[in-house]
């Protein structure tokens, strides 16, 4: 099965998958479109060989709406070599180590992880955080940072 189109729906791609048992070249798409779990389905099945969906390397990713995690997004950006627009995405939560990363990939255009300006974030992490961590990634949003699960910040005055 090929896929000519230049855009789809992450469960479109899905489900062909599902539907049969060779592989499904999508080469051609160069945007995938979904909410953070859909994209995650296909990115599950997404291989050259046997019943995957070949994907090319370079492919744009639009995440829609909802809430995701730091880790999914960073799964994304590493899974293309395009942008992963994740601008309709209201909250996401992690790790701060998940969050400095993507952070650090956060841009507006190439290999990068396009942020809304005011999205809220969440820490997970209950132990001990940097300060500057919580600077770092205060310093992507203008809305609110929740880190109330904190035990301990260290850090100089």
Known sequence: ITVASTTATAAQLTTVAGATGLNVTATAVETVTGTATQVDALLAVEGSTGDKVNLDGDFAINVDLGTTTAAQLNSFNSATSS?????????????????????????TSGDKVDLKADVAITVSDTGS???ADLTTINGVTANLVTATNIATVTGTS
């Not at 627009?85 to 701060?96: D, E, K, L, P, R």
Request: hydrophobic share 50%; proline share 0%.
């Open 129 to 131: 955080v940097a300060a």
């Open 83 to 107: 942008l992963v627009n994740a601008t309709s995405v209201a909250a996401i939560s992690g790790s701060v180590s998940d969050l400095t990363t993507l952070v650090g990939n956060e841009g």
